[in-house]
């Protein structure tokens, strides 16, 4: 179908008896096929201009939704960042992230407290890291630049296990519910072992590497002992760094032995025994009652549409064994 909305009228077509008659029909015929073809083009890149317009739109709309509530608050608030999800570099609760928002909530004017809200089952121990001590190098910098503290407080929600509780205890506070599930202070790495059944069915392993421990945790490979016992030094040295942050965020809060540090979680009502959480609270609770507003808004950097929309279509690519170290508790988070 020819969408034409107006057709010039061209030289009059000869009669069929005259002898250029053919040659006009073809010139005729190639100008109509020209004609439309530019027609397409034009209604192509207009319906193209028009979705990436939209898209464009989607993607402005989505960036400052926060950044305009946070610019129009003109009174005292608290700023609020979630941390939600596996923490990884990759992920909605990547370092990236929370550390873009907590540096947002420690420059904005008005923000009477900050509030982490954790529901997370942990992830990379170098992600929870970054946003650990950089909690701390935020809260130095602003005693020293306004003369005063800005107070940050973490409040669990469903979980705050491992890298979760590893970066609620770079707060001055924790806070939880009292089914939340709290803990979790560990480090796993998790692999699989084929051997027996490649056995069992004939199959080869043709596994090349330059050094002798390359191959470490390749799962159609037997694990030495030698190596087993190199990975395991390697999670206790992690481990210890996990119980060192734990000790200097809590300090004498902590009641427990050394079960605390053994990858055991417990209930909200229990980590406020064992000094692990300070008290029962909501993000709200929090805000209203310790923070002191009743206003809260919130600093959280959004995934934008573009990766939302390569996320969707898996356009991300595992990590391999990287991913599967981890302060993860193992737990999943509700559905």
Request: charged share 25%.
């Amino acid at each position: 179908m020819n969408w034409r909305f107006w057709k010039g009228r061209g030289e009059p077509m000869p009669s069929p008896d005259h002898p250029d008659w053919e040659r006009a029909l073809f010139n005729r015929m190639a100008a109509e096929y020209v004609a439309d073809q530019r027609t397409r083009r034009r209604w192509s890149f207009l319906f193209k201009f028009l979705v990436l317009l939209y898209l464009f739109g989607l993607l402005i709309a989505a960036n400052t939704r926060n950044l305009t509530e946070m610019m129009s608050t003109s009174e005292g608030h608290a700023a609020l960042i979630e941390v939600k999800g596996v923490i990884g570099p990759a992920s909605e609760a990547s370092a990236d992230r929370v550390i873009t928002a907590l540096r947002a909530a420690f420059e904005a004017d008005h923000v009477k407290g900050i509030i982490l809200r954790i529901n997370s089952p942990g992830g990379s121990p170098v992600q929870a890291g970054y946003i650990n001590d950089e909690i701390r190098r935020l809260k130095a910098k602003y005693k020293k630049d306004k003369n005063k503290e800005m107070p940050v407080y973490a409040v669990a929600v469903d979980l705050c296990a491992s890298g979760g509780y590893y970066i609620a205890v770079g707060a001055d506070a924790i806070y939880v519910d009292k089914a939340s599930l709290v803990g979790s202070i560990g480090v796993r790495i998790d692999s699989f072992g084929f051997q027996e059944a490649m056995d069992e069915w004939g199959i080869e392993r043709r596994l090349l590497t330059a050094g002798s421990n390359k191959g470490i945790l390749d799962p159609f490979s037997p694990l030495q002992e030698s190596q087993r016992a190199f990975v395991q030094s390697v999670l206790e040295k992690l481990h210890g760094q996990f119980i060192a942050e734990v000790k200097k965020g809590r300090g004498d809060k902590l009641k427990g032995g050394d079960e605390l540090f053994s990858g055991l979680f417990w209930s909200g009502q229990e980590a406020v025994e064992l000094g692990l959480a300070d008290g029962l609270g909501s993000s709200s609770s929090v805000a209203r009652e310790v923070i002191g507003t009743e206003k809260i808004v919130e600093y959280t950097q959004k995934r934008d549409l573009l990766e939302s929309l390569a996320k969707r279509f898996g356009a991300s690519l595992g990590l391999g064994i990287l991913e599967s170290l981890s302060l993860s508790s193992g737990l999943g988070l509700p559905r």
